[in-house]
């Protein structure tokens, strides 16, 4: 039993950490209906630059990450403005095409600049643990998922309660209105994907503290991303919190009672039996409505 609970607190732990990689993926795709396949790369980006803060000026990650968040900003923003902006009203597999290849210069990129080796962000505390009536709670995971419930909720209310929000929310609901009423749709889109960016960026530092990290996992955050922002209800940020405790615990149930090759299985098996029931998701509500119940 005991055995049991540890791994049902390690699934809450990374479920939430996982909800933060797909937040920024489901915001894009509900905004803008871009699939983003060059997310995870960004995630990894992220985990490399807080990395390279810590290792270079000592910098706590979960200091860096808001340096990383920063410079990842306005990363996306170009990319998005000068780059995606330019496809963005085209057939879906052009935008697929071009973050593919996004994702591909990227993971190169890392590849040269920071080679394929293994790294890991390496903190005095991150290795701790808190001990509750013989379960272990990492304290670094532990850390990392208050910041990234913390985080999505906060964005919630960012887009709920602020002009910015409010117009994003709108242009995602209806471009051609959200213009008519003088939204710049072309800064609302690069906004809403700097955010994203933003978001996957520290994302990546949260997952380098926690663990280990290169260049080839990009793909793999990737694929969480979509498969969470199904899961939990396109473009709803809640749906990508709740997806990602969903798939947190199944990975940590699974990796428990089979072998690892089954794990993924199952993470699949549970989407195709959610989307049977549910074809919007979990919680099936466009990411809009969240102003309604806040």
């Known amino acids: 039993m005991t055995g049991f609970l540890q791994a049902t607190i390690y699934g809450l732990l990374q479920g939430g950490l996982l909800a933060l990689v797909a937040v920024g993926f489901s915001l894009v795709w509900g905004v803008m209906n871009v699939v983003n ?25 979960f200091l860096g990450m808001i340096v990383v968040a920063l410079i990842l900003f306005c990363i996306g923003y170009a990319v998005q403005r000068f780059l995606i902006n330019l496809v963005v009203n085209g057939p879906i597999f052009i935008t697929l095409l071009l973050t593919f290849g996004l994702e591909l210069l990227l993971v190169q990129g890392m590849n040269i600049v920071f080679t394929a080796n293994y790294q890991s962000i390496t903190t005095s ?4 643990a808190i001990v509750l009536g013989g379960i272990q709670v990492p304290l670094g995971r532990l850390l990392a998922f208050l910041l990234a419930v913390g985080i999505t909720v906060a964005l919630v209310k960012v887009m709920a309660n602020t002009r910015v929000g409010m117009s994003i929310m709108a242009t995602g609901m209806d471009r051609g209105a959200a213009r008519l009423m003088g939204i710049r749709a072309r800064h609302v889109y690069a906004l809403t994907f700097g955010i994203a960016t933003a978001l996957a960026g520290m994302a990546g530092t949260m997952v380098g503290t926690v663990g280990t990290f290169n260049p080839a996992a990009a793909g793999g955050f990737t694929l969480l991303s979509f498969v969470i922002a199904v899961l939990g209800g396109l473009g709803n940020m809640y749906g990508a919190m709740v997806g990602g405790l969903l798939m947190g615990l199944v990975q940590a149930w699974g990796g428990y009672y089979l072998s690892g090759t089954w794990v993924n299985a199952l993470a699949f098996l549970v989407l195709v039996i959610v989307l049977m029931f549910r074809p919007s998701g979990l919680v099936g509500k466009a990411f809009y409505s969240a102003r309604l119940e806040v």
């Open 37 to 61: 396949l060059s997310h995870g790369a960004f995630v990894v980006l992220g985990a490399y630059l807080g990395w390279q803060l810590n290792s270079s000026l000592g910098l706590d990650p």
């Open 125 to 128: 505390y991150a290795g701790n």
